[in-house]
């Protein structure tokens, strides 16, 4: 089964990059560790490592396309592995967000406050005056 090459999360604040270029073409045996892209973040440009060895099947990604971060950029396999209808084009492996609430929706109805716990009271501190104040001798002069 063909391994997915998935554009990677660069930095904390990556949610996007280019793809500058391709390394390898399709066709071209990768082994691990080889750089197969070039990924632009706003702030560099990294080299991206292949985590599997294979055939670079293809290609779904052209260089210099803007891709979110987790999208499906290209395919590695086997050699005769049939890339074509294996798994879903980038577009449609774009990460799923949560639809947004309509004005249809009904509105989660506002959490109760917890009923308030009975605060007990301090007890009442007793005066310094019947105890007298403890402090050192060099203090009390």
């Known amino acids: 089964m063909a391994s997915e090459i ?4 660069l930095s904390d604040t990556m949610s996007e990059g280019q793809l500058g270029a391709w390394r390898k073409s399709v066709g071209e045996r990768i082994e691990r560790g080889d750089i197969i892209a070039e990924v632009e973040t706003d ?3 990294m080299d991206l490592e292949a985590f599997t060895s ?7 990604v ?13 395919l ?26 309509t004005a249809e929706s009904p509105a ?5 406050p917890p009923d308030a716990a009975p ?11 019947t105890h007298g104040v ?7 002069r």
Do not use: C, N, Y
């Open 6 to 9: 998935i554009m990677p999360k």
């Open 43 to 45: 702030k560099a440009t």
């Open 54 to 60: 294979g055939i670079l099947l293809e290609q779904r």
């Open 62 to 74: 052209k260089a210099g396309e803007m891709v979110p971060v987790g999208t499906v950029i290209g």
């Open 76 to 101: 590695i396999g086997a050699a005769g592995e049939a890339a074509a209808g294996q798994l879903p084009l980038a577009a449609e492996s774009q990460p799923q967000t949560a639809p947004l609430p």
């Open 108 to 112: 989660a109805a506002p959490a109760e």
């Open 119 to 129: 605060v007990p009271s301090a007890a009442p501190l007793e005066s310094s005056a």
């Open 134 to 140: 403890q402090a050192a001798p060099i203090v009390r």
